[in-house]
């Protein structure tokens, strides 16, 4: 499930795991992929083009 991989900085992925400990996820990895597919939905149901979906991502810091 998890075949791709992304960098994070220490201090984001400490906070990711903190968060992810609490809330009850199994992994930092299952925090992160719940929170990306949350985002994407958002995305699709705000009916954003592409254009405004990159620039989205890009200010997250999912895309450079």
């Known amino acids: 499930?998890?075949?791709?991989?992304i960098k994070l900085n220490d201090e984001?992925?400490?906070k990711a795991k903190k968060y992810a400990e609490t809330?009850?996820?199994s992994s930092?990895?299952?925090f992160i992929t719940h929170i990306i597919e949350k985002e994407i939905q958002n995305?699709?149901?705000?009916g954003a083009s592409l254009e405004e979906v990159e620039k989205?991502?890009?200010g997250l810091g999912?895309?450079?």
């Open 1 to 5: 499930m998890f075949g791709k991989k």
């Open 12 to 14: 984001l992925y400490d």
């Open 23 to 25: 809330a009850g996820y």
């Open 28 to 30: 930092v990895d299952e």
């Open 43 to 46: 995305i699709e149901q705000d």
């Open 56 to 58: 989205r991502l890009k």
């Open 62 to 64: 999912y895309i450079s």
